[in-house]
């Protein structure tokens, strides 16, 4: 029936023009409309998953969580992964995932497709914060249950959607990954008197060296910064920077790039000196340390947006994750795949604790729940239960040359009441107010 | 002083990438007339295969000295496959077709060759530093800089000179300048002119292929760079005036000059600084600096 | 004259009531990329008039992005939530700009006027992403339209800003229909087949393209703040050369032949993208890509020569026409 409905609008089409904008218009979409709909299984819960697939974020961030979803999918579908997450399917219901490219221009429409035509039960995804900025309140309008896996801009539930229903963050803010890097190096014993900044000219890296760089000055008095380099996101070529870098010479060199950026920049920066007049840190460092291996200079600072990676806490589930991700995949997860592990664990463990898939009872168990995720403990605290707060840790790079092997050194924890700011306290007030109510043991 | 000669070798060798990266795609608009938006394709497709041949090199243990032969060897077999077979398989067809149709045209084949790229080597990112580490550094006024960055330096001005002597003192060359200047006549005069289209595109594509595997070594080669390298060489050429070398040349180094220069005096303009120099030259000179002279045809 | 409706025209009044009703008998997914279709599909318009003037603007997202900014600080910095006020808002403000950088860019034509245009649309990219007040490079959200002090919520208000999107799309379809039917439309044909005999004739070719320009950033900037309200955010993306580079690709996929055009191929190219997403989430742009270079190879003239093929269409139409001296 639709095939002959399109066959004879383009018939008409062809046969008068003047028919043809409403014959387009009514032919086409009728044709999707009947084609849409999907059927609902009795024990499934569809899941639509929006990560990078394309462009420059799918390397480092969008595949590796797409990984990360894929293996956990078929794990918690299979009964697979150690307790207490032992029990098969989300409160009993099989995932049925579907993926979609957030490398996209109509963001909102995509997601809205995914709700209204492929009848997705909830969405987990957004990597890059203006993602998130603007499917939060498009979340609230259509009611469904969203969860942000891994954007870091601390606006979401400060500004955006004050009084979230549907959208909950499994993941810490980027506040955290900065205040938690000066006060690691404060810590360590590293001069703070003069520092430099290279970060990507986009809010990102903005964010985080604003937030980095007022740490600094709140913990160290009379520190200077030395210069503040931002380069365009995806330029591959820093000689200028590393140069202007070298003549200012700065005690502490802090960089919030990622992925290819980050290599690169550890390539040159590397090259000509700078990891060692410097003390360099990188706060997303741990995505390339078993990548770039002996190439990345010893004594780097390193960190992973949360306590993901190498610096996860000892635990069965750590173990059964890293074996089960390198066995399928042949390399270890990064922080994007631990938090999209973290997401669904979150959603997992509501689920059963509701007994059920059903969106109602998962938003109502995941509001201010609990639970262990890869990387320890996740709580849902802020935000009226909406927004995770996680430990975070930092740990200094160093290559065993003999075994061939990365490893971080004297890693550092920081509780999450340490390194973010309390309920009702936007990120920046508390940092520039000193820490107020900061509970670092 | 210090900053004053700091711009001025990070002005150059940013500028010798940029000529490099470049030089293909103001030949072939200079010789066709097509504004080739697969240049970053192919850009991506020589990175890759540099990056690729390099570390499977240096994974067997052999002397670094001869992964140097491997960039433009990589570059000479991804550039000319692949151009061949754009050349042949698709633009063959459109020849004569409208300038703003060909532009969509090369777009399509970008598109294609971006997810080509992401089909053979994956989305992980290839890293091979060896070649750009294996000279080491030497310091100028203090500031260390890796002797590779002077190799492309000299590899620009090779690219350069070849050209530019091609161009001007062999026939091929002489000839070559005469399709430019009017298509038409060359070929009633008995010239083959699509055999030169399909030379040209083929040298345009493994230059553009040059572009991305000569600094390979010095980034991580991953998902997205094609797309990062179109609009920056279109500026340059712009600057220059589309379709010279020379003008590619001086294109190259204004604009490198002025993002040292913004890097080092003034971080924040970075982002635009570019897009601020090709303004403010078109505005003074509407065709470019060097644009080839065009009789108006009533 | 005036008076009288061409065929385009009937058809696009024909085609408002019925692209009202689909808002009500269609799924929502697809009536939301009808809607933000309306909008992105105005600047292909836009594109679209000065192609006719054989002028490639590869920076129209600069306007684009103005409407959407223009309408956004409006209402975040003003706290004024009136449709029609964040509209005027968006036309204000790209008719000045428009205006001021006119008179440089009438200077320019082909490639050179594509790259200047090009780089003005960058720098305000570029000034833009590194203005943390507007949010940076995340941008900031809107406020949800009111009308004249009525204030709908939910379902009414989306089917309201719906159906006045049609409305003003519609609207401005038929104004560029008239304006390329006008004098300045056809000096425009004139200009892309040869300017020199335009000026001999004593026409100032400078202020047909300079006309020409204000009129495609104003119709941008409506379709910025129209695209911009149903998304309810706005980020520096929208005047990012690889924004602008789309409205230059659907216009010519969909063909300069006909004003309706631009707007039902910006839906259709959209619906592809969407599909192939679907149906291969990993290599969706080789699908995209080939789609584009097999419509190009088969419809030189664009999706629009399907309908037109089989009337004699006049050879001065379609962007492909002989140049001079090849």
């Not at chain 1, 955006?160 to 938690?180: C, E, L, Q, S, W």
């Not at chain 2, 699509?194 to 600094?215: D, E, H, Q, R």
């Not at chain 3, 003003?78 to 449709?83: I, K, S």
């Not at chain 3, 050179?112 to 900031?140: P, V």
Request: hydrophobic letters at 50%.
């Amino acid at each position: 029936m639709t095939k002959s409905r399109l066959g004879a609008s383009f018939g008409s089409l062809l046969r008068n023009s003047t028919s043809i904008i409403m014959a387009a218009g009514i032919g086409v979409t009728a044709a999707f409309a009947t084609a849409g709909t999907a059927q609902a299984e009795d024990a499934s819960v569809k899941i639509g998953f929006v990560t990078f697939l394309s462009g420059g974020a799918a390397g480092p961030f969008g595949v590796p969580a797409r990984n990360a979803a894929e293996l956990m999918i078929q794990s918690i579908n299979s009964g697979a992964i150690p307790a207490p997450y032992g029990t098969a399917g989300v409160g009993g219901a099989k995932i049925d995932p579907i993926f979609v490219d957030e490398n996209s221009k109509q963001k909102n429409a995509d997601y809205l497709k995914l709700v209204e035509k492929d009848g997705v039960d909830m969405v987990v995804g957004y990597i890059s914060s203006g993602s998130c900025k603007a499917i939060a309140p498009e979340a609230e309008k259509a009611q469904k249950l969203t969860i942000l896996f891994d954007c870091g801009t601390p606006q979401i539930f400060e500004d955006i959607v004050t009084d979230p229903k549907y959208t909950f963050r499994t993941g810490g803010h980027a506040t955290m990954d900065n205040v938690a890097a000066a006060r690691y190096l404060q810590q360590q014993d590293v001069s703070l008197d003069s520092i430099a900044g290279i970060n990507q000219n986009y809010a990102w890296g903005q964010d985080s060296w604003r937030d980095f760089s007022q740490s600094v000055l709140q913990l160290k008095d009379g520190a200077t910064v030395s210069t503040e380099q931002f380069p365009k996101i995806y330029a591959g070529q820093y000689g200028s920077e590393v140069s202007a870098i070298l003549t200012s010479k700065p005690n502490v060199v802090h960089s919030s790039f990622w992925g290819g950026d980050m290599e690169a920049f550890i390539i040159q920066g590397s090259a000509r000196g700078v990891f060692e007049r410097s003390k360099v840190v990188l706060t997303t460092g741990e995505t390339a340390m078993h990548r770039l291996g002996g190439q990345m200079p010893n004594g780097t600072v390193i960190g992973a947006r949360g306590p993901h990676g190498d610096l996860a806490p000892e635990s069965e589930l750590n173990d059964w994750f890293r074996k089960a991700y390198f066995d399928r995949f042949g390399t270890l997860p990064t922080y994007p795949s631990y938090k999209m592990a973290q997401a669904l664990l979150g959603v997992k463990a509501a689920a059963d604790k509701a007994g059920s898939a059903d969106q109602d009872a998962i938003i109502g168990a995941l509001r201010g729940l609990e639970w262990e995720g890869p990387s320890g403990k996740v709580t849902m605290a802020l935000a009226n239960g909406h927004q995770a707060i996680q430990d975070t840790a930092y740990g200094t790079y160093m290559y065993d040359k003999d075994a061939g092997k990365a490893t971080l050194v004297d890693i550092v924890r920081f509780p999450a009441e340490c390194v973010n700011p309390p309920a009702g306290v936007t990120s920046i007030d508390w940092i520039k107010g000193g820490f107020q109510g900061a509970a670092c043991d | 002083m210090l900053t004053a000669i700091a711009i001025a070798v990070d002005g150059l060798g940013f500028a010798a990438w940029l000529f490099l990266s470049s030089v293909g795609l103001t030949l072939i608009y200079g010789v066709m007339r097509i504004l080739n938006i697969a240049h970053g394709g192919f850009y991506a497709l020589g990175a890759y295969s540099s990056a690729w041949a390099i570390g499977l090199y240096t994974a067997t243990g052999s002397p670094v000295a001869f992964s140097f032969l491997l960039i433009p060897l990589a570059a000479l077999i991804a550039g000319g496959i692949a151009g061949l077979l754009v050349e042949r398989g698709i633009l063959k067809f459109m020849y004569g077709r409208d300038e703003v149709l060909m532009v969509l045209v090369t777009y399509a084949v970008f598109l294609i060759l971006e997810d080509v790229t992401k089909l053979i080597w994956g989305t992980e990112s290839y890293i091979a530093w060896q070649p750009a580490f294996h000279f080491g550094t030497v310091e100028i006024v203090g500031i260390p800089y890796t002797v590779y960055k002077f190799l492309i330096i000299g590899t620009a001005l090779l690219v350069g000179l070849s050209l530019f002597l091609v161009l001007n003192k062999t026939r091929v060359g002489k000839l070559l300048l005469v399709v430019i200047e009017d298509r038409e006549i060359s070929s009633a005069l008995g010239i083959n002119v699509t055999l030169f289209f399909s030379v040209t595109f083929v040298v345009g594509a493994i230059l553009g292929a040059l572009g991305g595997a000569i600094t390979a070594p010095e980034i991580s080669v991953s998902p997205g760079i094609g797309a990062e390298i179109i609009v920056l060489s279109f500026a340059v050429i712009v600057i220059g005036g589309m379709g010279s070398i020379g003008g590619a040349m001086i294109g190259a180094v204004i604009v490198g000059f002025a993002r040292a220069a913004s890097v080092h005096l003034y971080p924040p303009a970075e982002l635009f600084s570019i897009y601020l120099v090709m303004a403010a030259v078109l505005a003074v000179k509407p065709y470019g600096l060097f644009a080839l002279a065009e009789s108006r045809k009533i | 004259m005036t008076k009288h409706l061409d065929r385009t025209e009937i058809g696009l009044l024909v085609a408002l009531p019925l692209l009202i009703c689909i808002a009500f008998v269609l799924p929502k997914w697809i009536v939301n990329y009808v809607h933000v279709s309306m909008g992105t599909g105005l600047v292909a318009l836009g594109v679209m008039i000065q192609m006719r003037a054989g002028l490639v603007s590869f920076g129209q997202g600069l306007y684009f992005c103005v409407g959407g900014y223009a309408a956004g600080m409006t209402g975040k910095f003003l706290g004024v939530t009136d449709f029609f006020v964040l509209l005027s808002a968006g036309i204000a403000a790209a008719l000045c700009l428009s205006f001021v950088l006119g008179f440089l860019l009438r200077r320019y034509r082909e490639i050179f006027y594509a790259m200047l245009s090009l780089a003005i649309s960058m720098i305000l990219f570029g000034l833009l992403s590194s203005t943390e007040e507007l949010g940076s490079t995340d941008g900031f959200n809107l406020p949800t339209a009111s009308y004249f002090g009525w204030s709908p919520t939910g379902e009414t208000a989306r089917l309201t800003l719906y159906t006045l999107t049609c409305f003003i799309a519609i609207g401005c379809a038929i104004a560029l229909n008239r304006f390329l039917k006008s004098r300045v439309g056809y000096v425009n044909e004139a200009i892309r087949e040869n300017e020199l005999r335009v000026e001999y004739l004593g026409t100032s070719a400078h202020n047909a393209v300079h006309l020409t320009y204000v009129v495609a950033a104003v119709v941008s900037a409506i379709g910025g703040v129209l695209w911009a309200l149903p998304l309810g955010h706005v980020d520096p993306e929208m005047t990012n050369w690889t924004t602008s580079g789309q409205f230059v690709f659907v216009s010519i996929l969909s063909g300069t032949g006909n004003i309706a055009a631009p707007l039902i191929g910006t839906f259709l190219l959209e619906i592809i993208r969407v599909y192939a997403v679907e149906l291969s989430p990993n290599t969706w742009q080789l699908i995209l890509g080939s789609v584009m270079l097999f419509t190009i190879i088969f419809l030189p003239k664009g999706l629009w020569s399907l309908i037109t093929s089989k009337q004699k269409s006049s050879k001065k139409i379609g962007a492909s026409a002989p140049k001079p001296g090849e």
